[in-house]
C-alpha cells in the first residue's frame, strides 16, 4: 500500500468516511487514510461476492463494519459482520473475508507493545 495516505499526520482533517468509501464493480477498492510508525488505517469498499483469501498480519488489527454485511472467517472460524459491527483481531490470526452484500470496513492496523516495527 503505497498510495498518499489522505490525513498528514502534521493537520487536523475531517473526512466524511461514506464520502470516501468507493466501491468498483466486481472489485475491492482500498484508500490508506492514515499512516504512521505504529499504526495505520484503510478504508474498503467490496463488491458483492468479493473475497480476500485467508492470510495473517503481525499487526493488532480493529475492524468497523461501516456498510453492508460480510463473513469474516477467523482461524477458519466463519462469522456473519453487519454495518455497525467491530472486531478486534491479535497479530498471527488466519483470517478471510467474503462480501455477501456490497459492504465497507475501516481497518485499523497497530504495532503490538514491544513489537519491532515491520
Known sequence: MSENPLIDPAQ??????AME???AANGIVSRTLFRSENSR????GFAE??????HTSTRQALIEILSGECEFSLAG??????TGDLLYMPP????????TKQFSMLLTLFKPDGAAQK
Open 49 to 54: 461476492g468479493q473475497e480476500l483469501t485467508e
Open 77 to 82: 472460524k466463519p462469522h456473519a459482520l453487519k
Open 92 to 99: 498471527n490470526v488466519p483470517h478471510a473475508v467474503k462480501a
Open 12 to 17: 487536523e482533517k475531517i473526512l466524511s468516511l
Open 41 to 44: 488505517m484503510v478504508l474498503f
Open 21 to 23: 468509501t468507493q466501491f
